[in-house]
């Protein structure tokens, strides 16, 4: 079974740099069939697409974030990672990374089926 | 971007029928049969229940379907359950350079 584990720090102060990493488990992240992407939540609030990456590197980001953001993938260790610089309070939300199923030549890159637990980021000083 | 449109609330009383639309345009809903639906219990990661406007992953329950016209997709939850209160989210794809949209989400309340 397909596990997904987000790790990285609860609390991150405002203008420092956000890192999460997603572990994954039970499947390997170089398989052509899959995108890896990053879903927020601020507390209460509804999903925010972040980004997504495919295990060759090629990224898509959220425009709204992409000044800001980096994802990167390691296949080595079956990971990929998220740095969101310049943070403020705006960013404190928990942070989803999920898989997504793709159909080979399609422009999307397919429904999230497969979802980490989530962690909450706090921005505070 | 603008998320997609979803009423905030919903509710209906246990064996009821009740349906969740998702408005958007024809760069998302409208123009691709990329239309997914997630359902969260509070505290918990959200859960692919249908994909591709009307697929249902495996192991997700038939009371679960989708359907889309014109720029409004709907899910449809038949023989409601207790534990179908959650909240419920659409998403879709979208020709516009974000990629990807999701709803603003609908509490299911049941009475």
């Known amino acids: 079974q397909l596990q997904l584990q987000e790790s990285g720090p609860g609390l991150v102060k405002p203008s420092e740099t956000l890192s999460l990493t997603c572990s994954v488990s039970g499947g390997s992240i170089s398989s052509s069939i899959y995108y890896w992407g990053w879903i927020r939540q601020p507390p209460g609030k509804g999903l925010e697409w972040i980004g997504g990456i495919y295990y060759s590197g090629s990224t898509y980001y959220n425009p709204s974030l992409k000044s800001r953001l980096t994802i990167s993938v390691d296949t080595s260790k079956n990971q990929f990672s998220l740095k969101l610089s310049s943070v403020t309070a705006a960013d404190t939300a928990v942070y989803y990374c999920?898989?997504?199923?793709?159909?080979?030549?399609?422009?999307?890159?397919?429904?999230?089926?497969?979802w980490g637990q989530g962690t909450l980021v706090t921005v505070s000083s | 971007q603008s998320a997609l449109t979803q009423p905030a609330s919903v509710s209906g009383s246990p064996g009821q029928s009740i349906t969740i639309s998702c408005a958007g345009t024809s760069s998302d809903v409208g123009g691709y049969n990329f239309v997914s639906w997630y359902q969260q219990h509070p505290g918990k990661a959200p859960k692919l229940i249908i994909y591709d406007v009307s697929n249902r992953p495996s192991g997700v329950s038939n009371r679960f379907s989708g359907s889309k016209s014109g720029n409004t997709a709907s899910l449809t939850i038949s023989g409601l359950q207790a534990e179908d209160e959650a909240d419920y989210y659409c998403s879709s794809y979208t020709s516009s350079n974000t990629l990807d949209v999701f709803g603003s989400g609908t509490t299911v309340t049941v009475l």
């Open positions: 999920a898989r997504r199923s793709y159909n080979l030549g399609s422009p999307y890159m397919g429904p999230f089926d497969y």
